[in-house]
């Protein structure tokens, strides 16, 4: 089972860009369907988007497409969410996680990043 580490997360203002990181620890990501998720303060976790194993193909909520890029390197064994024109109400914890096939679900994802807080000011 892959464990996921994730690294850039901070505190940027409204309009600002900033990328997220997903590194594989004892393992690869190369096999694995990635998908990433948030949790704001007062709220469930929910799906944000995936990217299929090669990277052929990704999904994104309509709330952050147009914004948000997911991409992979499989030979870095590393997912990347490049968020950009963040808005205030993307402020929460931003969490990758691996599955074994493509999911919107929590439950079919079974290794999960520890989460990075990303705040956005107004």
């Known amino acids: 089972q892959v464990q996921l580490i994730q690294s850039g997360g901070g505190l940027v203002q409204a309009g600002d860009s900033l990328r997220l990181s997903c590194a594989a620890s004892?393992?690869?990501?190369?096999?694995?369907?990635m998908g990433w998720f948030r949790q704001a303060p007062g709220k469930e976790r929910e799906f944000v988007g995936s990217?299929?194993?090669?990277?052929?193909?990704?999904y994104y909520i309509d709330s952050v497409k147009g914004r948000f890029t997911i991409s992979r390197d499989n030979a870095k064994n590393t997912v990347y969410l490049q968020m950009n024109n963040l808005k205030p109400e993307d402020t929460a914890v931003y969490y990758c996680?691996?599955?074994?096939?493509?999911?919107?679900?929590?439950?079919?994802?079974?290794?999960w990043g520890q989460g990075t807080q990303v705040t956005v000011s107004s």
């Open positions: 990217i299929s194993r090669y990277g052929g193909t990704t």
């Open positions: 996680a691996a599955g074994p096939y493509g999911s919107a679900s929590e439950a079919d994802f079974r290794s």
């Open positions: 004892g393992g690869t990501l190369s096999s694995v369907f």
